[in-house]
Antibody, heavy 120, light 109 residues
Framework: QVQLVDSGGDLVKPGGSLRLTCSAS????????MIWVRQAPGKGLEWVSH????????KYSDSVKGRFTMSRDNAKNSMYLQMDSLRAEDTAVYYC?????????????WGRGTSVTVSS | QSALTQPRSVSGSPGQSVTISCTGT?????????VSWYQQSPGTVPKLLLY???QRPSGVPDRFSGFKSGNTASLTISGLQAEDEADYYC?????????FGGGTKLTVV
């Protein structure tokens, strides 16, 4: 069964750090680009970052560049989002998703989401 | 990295058709055919409806169709059903990043 399980969300104080994990199963993880998408409470979807299949390069939205780092370990079928210098505006549900092969830049498999709350 | 422009809301009656527009720029929607659409019902994970402008993944009814002209893409839902009531988001690849639309709430009245 093709599946993504995202975890690691928590309540953290402004300026704090958190590491999200996305664990993949049921497909050849190393063949796909992966992406993190977030959704603030009552708001729309927002691209956060994506990473190439090899992990050689990652791209970030302007809102998180310099504070978040995306990485992956293909041997463990996992990817990560290291979130530093967290701000209140980072509060959201964070989804990991698989980019359709090509890449075609469509996200056909999603995790259930993990909730990050940044508050003092 | 501005969001793609979608109407905030649309509505239609069962059996009717509705179209949701998604307007970008020559750097994103106008430059690539990597436009996709997602449906999100309250409390659920987004579901891929269309990719590469008009391609339907397996299992998505042909009531959902897509089109692109210039910098604007559109999603048309024909034969509206009550279960179609949800939020709809478009996305586009933009060379180095991905852009989402602001989302459109579809109400089936």
């Amino acid at each position: 069964q093709v599946q993504l399980v995202d975890s690691g969300g928590d309540l953290v104080k402004p300026g704090g750090s958190l590491r999200l994990t996305c664990s993949a199963s049921g497909f050849t993880f190393s063949a796909y680009f992966m992406i993190w998408v977030r959704q603030a409470p009552g708001k729309g979807l927002e691209w956060v970052s994506h990473i190439s299949d090899t992990g050689r390069f990652a791209k970030y939205s302007d809102s998180v560049k310099g504070r978040f780092t995306m990485s992956r370990d293909n041997a463990k079928n996992s990817m990560y989002l290291q979130m530093d210098s967290l701000r209140a505006e980072d509060t959201a549900v964070y989804y990991c998703a698989r980019v359709s092969w090509g890449p075609t830049w469509a996200f056909n498999i999603w995790g259930r989401g993990t909730s990050v709350t940044v508050s003092s | 990295q501005s969001a793609l422009t979608q109407p905030r809301s649309v509505s239609g009656s069962p059996g009717q058709s509705v179209t949701i527009s998604c307007t970008g720029t020559t750097d994103d929607v106008g430059a690539y055919n990597f436009v996709s659409w997602y449906q999100q019902s309250p409390g659920t994970v987004p579901k891929l409806l269309l990719y590469e402008v008009s391609q339907r993944p397996s299992g998505v009814p042909d009531r959902f169709s897509g089109f692109k002209s210039g910098n604007t893409a559109s999603l048309t839902i024909s034969g509206l059903q009550a279960e179609d009531e949800a939020d709809y988001y478009c996305t586009s690849y933009a060379g180095t990043h991905v852009i989402f639309g602001g989302g459109t709430k579809l109400t089936v009245v």
